[in-house]
């Protein structure tokens, strides 16, 4: 593993951890998204946070928007690039620079959500089916509409079978496949 390489598209802030948090439970949350090259976590003093070298890019950004808002133990993780670095166009930069949009990674395992509230935004839905498994992509519409794509067939079924009829911020939803 290597560290200070100068490239911060690939690393990501990961804050509000736990207390007793290992480097080993970091490395567990994030090594589905793509190669980890190095873990730096600070636990010292105060609270703990830490940050992720990845391989690629695009896996620091799936990794973002999977992971931001992820309830770990009982604490709502906040995952995103470090201040001083934002991905790809948005530093001005050759890459896609969706900043804190959705998702590279889509999937053909959808979810059409009805019944939400005109002020739902796409990270309040992804954050409701995150029940159901692995959210990879969640937008909504102003017709009170939405769509939600799962990694997993199983987590889509299990979102119909659950959520379906669901509170969703105190409105109903529904759910369609």
Not at 25 to 35: N, T
Not at 55 to 84: I, K, Q, T
């Amino acid at each position: 593993m290597s560290y200070g390489r100068g490239n911060n598209e690939c690393r990501i802030y990961v804050g509000n951890l736990p207390p007793d948090i290992r480097t080993k439970d970091i490395e567990d949350l994030f090594y589905k998204f793509g190669k980890i090259v190095f873990i730096d976590l600070k636990n010292r003093r105060g609270p703990p946070f830490a940050f992720v070298e990845f391989e690629d890019p695009r896996d620091a950004e799936d990794a973002v928007h999977s992971r931001d808002g992820y309830d770990y133990d009982g604490y709502r993780l906040r995952v995103e690039f470090p201040r001083n670095s934002l991905p790809g166009a948005a530093r001005g930069g050759s890459g896609r620079g969706r900043g804190r949009g959705p998702p590279a990674r889509r999937s053909q395992y959808r979810v059409l959500v009805t019944g939400l509230p005109p002020t739902g935004s796409w990270q309040d839905l992804k954050d409701h089916m995150r029940e159901a498994g692995d959210v990879c992509y969640a937008d909504v519409y102003k017709d009170g509409t939405g769509v939600v794509e799962f990694l997993r067939y199983e987590d889509m079924k299990y979102a119909v079978k659950k959520l379906d009829d669901s509170k969703f911020r105190s409105h109903e939803v529904n759910t369609c496949w």
